[in-house]
C-alpha cells in the first residue's frame, strides 16, 4: 500500500533545483510562505501555551511532510521548533539538505511517504500544507500521518477546495492565464472539499477546530487569511 503517485513526484523532482528561486516555478509558494508562517506560529504558540519570545517555537516537535526543498520547515527551525521534513522525492531532499546545511539549521530531512516513516517517537505538530491534492490514496496517507501525531498533537492541512470557482482561480486562471504555476500542476479530481477531509480526519480520531480561507489580495501583491473557502482554505485538527 502506497500514498505515493509517481507520476506527481517526476513532476516535483524535475523542477527541483528551483526551490529556492522567488521568482521561478515556485514563486506563488514563496508569496504565500509569510501568511503560512504567520498562522501556523499563532495557532501552535497559543494551543500549546507558549511563552518564548526569541524562539516561540522552542521545544516543539514538528514533522513537515512533502516539505519539497525545505520552504516551510526552515522557517518552522529558525522559529525554534525541532523539524523533521520528509518527501517522497530525493531530489526535493538533496535541495532541502544543501539549503539548510548553508543556513546552519539542523532539520531532519529524510526521503519518505508517512506510511514508511520509521519514527519511535510521535510529532506535537504535523503539516500537511499543499500536499494532500497530490497523493494517490488520501485515506492510507491522513491514516499514516494520524499515527505518527502525539495524542493532543495538532495537525494542519492547507489544499484547495473541489469547487467551480477553484478550477477557475487555481487551473485556469493560475496554470494556463496568469501563468503562476506550470501546466499539469493541479488536477481538479483531485481536489478536496473541506467536510471530505473533516470526515477522513474524524475516523482517525481528530476534530476540526479552524477552517480558514486563504485568498490573494492583487492590489496588495499578497496572501491573506479570509473567510472565503471556495478555493484555497487552510485547516487545524487536534487528536483526541
Known sequence: MSSVNKKEIEKFSKMASEWWDPDGKFKPLHKFNPIRIQYLK?????NFKLKNKTKPLSGINILDIGCGGGLLSEPMSTLGANVTGIDASIKNIQIAKLHSKKNKLKINYLCSSPEKLKNKKKFDVILNMEIVEHVDDIELFLKSCTNLLKKNGLMFVATINKTLKSYIFAIVGAEYILRW???GTHEWEKFVKPDELEKILEKNNLSLKNLDGVKFNI???????????????????IKN
Open 181 to 183: 504555476l506550470p501546466i
Open 219 to 237: 492590489i496588495e501583491d499578497e496572501w491573506r487569511i479570509s473567510n472565503d473557502t471556495s478555493v484555497n482554505y487552510i485547516t487545524k485538527f
Open 42 to 46: 499563532e495557532k501552535i504558540v497559543h
